[in-house]
């Protein structure tokens, strides 16, 4: 086996087809498509008969561990069009300590800010440049919270494809940064991230620039799903009894039930489903006050702050196929403070040396919350994401100096 197999060796591939996601009615695969006639998201289909007597477990665990693994089960048809900048398997890492100060469940965090550009936007946007490259596509625009945006222009640029990236004003400077760096145009916008998603939509005739916004191009959400095959394979074809996943635009989280789903049909894992536990701010919740209100659709949160940037999405295209899959799989959406994200990510980093990313700290912070109101059992083995390195983030100044020219009183130290 070589490093690069996955990305040199051409596979079979089973797409089949795209499916709006509301409707059900069916597009041709290998052309450029957004949303369907219906306004909705599209969802790549597979002939997962044809997948099933293509792939074995024992064939995938010889291959190298990165994400291009899962080749017959993603749309990209020839290793010439994969756009890769090391999608590398992100570990589990198990937090043994706090699982026993919090009385016995087993916590699992996967750390998803080992990917390139620091964030599993990496996944969803390796997906969508490779594809946009199959298609000839050559300029691409998104409104981003930050790290999609700072995703979106490592690939594209490495794709030679030009790229627009509209993000709110007060983005951390960091991600702003990178993304001018790695090659986009960047603009910062007085509003929300659905305000950046409007001059998107707007900019498509007049520019012709292609709109990759969440959800709004169909394979973001397929580079996504990696999370939920990597996982199951992680746990030995077994998935767990409820994962955290810290829910903006919810691409990861409907990727990751789509996988479940798509692994079912393969033969590689049988009927059981993790809960799945729709983590928002309570400063932006939408999705938690329409799950609580029996609704299917999650109209736009006002005057949405958090200090948990990726997941401030006042409104989600795709609100209709996060509920689903939170409600199908016996879930529920859940909201935490700000306070409650800050004290979560402190106790992490202090306790297991494990600095999360705000969004990833609200996981925590949820699961604590799910643990004292009985919404999920101490026996449970769950799974929390952190979906970002956490430094990428302004970090608070630690401020104890020390002059080394003045006699040092060690028994202060
Ligand atoms: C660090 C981080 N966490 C979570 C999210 C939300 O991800 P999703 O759009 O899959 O809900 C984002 C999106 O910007 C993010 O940057």
Known sequence: MKDNDNLTIERPTFVTHLECAMEGDHYPADQVHNLSKAGKPLLVRYDLPGVKKALSKDALAQRPADMWRYRELLPVRKCADIVSLGEVMTPLI??????????????????????????????????????????????????????????????????????????????????????????????????????????????????????????????????????????????????????FYPTGGGTGLIGMWKAFAELEAIGFIGKKRPRMIAVQAAGCAPMVKAFEAGEEHAPRWENAHTIAAGIRVPQAIGDFLILRAVRESGGFAIAVSDEAISAALDEMAREEGFLLCPEGAATYAAYKQSLSDGRVKRTDQVVLFNCASGLKYPLPPARRTLDRHKPIDFTTL
């Open 94 to 243: 198990r937090l043994p300590k706090l699982g026993k100060k919090l009385g016995g469940g087993e916590i699992i965090v996967k750390d998803e800010g080992r990917l390139p550009t620091g964030s599993f936007k990496a996944r969803g946007l390796v997906m969508a440049v490779s594809m946009a490259k199959a298609l000839g596509i050559k300029h691409m625009a998104m409104p981003t919270n930050g790290n999609a945006g700072a995703a979106l222009a490592a690939y594209a640029s490495r794709a030679d494809i030009k790229t627009t990236i509209f993000c709110p004003e007060d983005t951390p400077e960091v991600n702003v940064s990178e993304i001018a760096l790695q090659g986009a145009t960047v603009y910062r916008v007085n509003g929300l991230i659905d305000d950046c998603g409007k001059i998107v939509g707007e900019g498509k005739a007049k520019v012709g620039w292609f709109d990759t916004s969440t959800l709004k191009e169909p394979y973001r959400i397929e580079g996504k799903k990696t999370m939920g095959l990597e996982l199951a394979e992680q746990l030995g074809w077994q998935v767990p009894d409820a994962i």
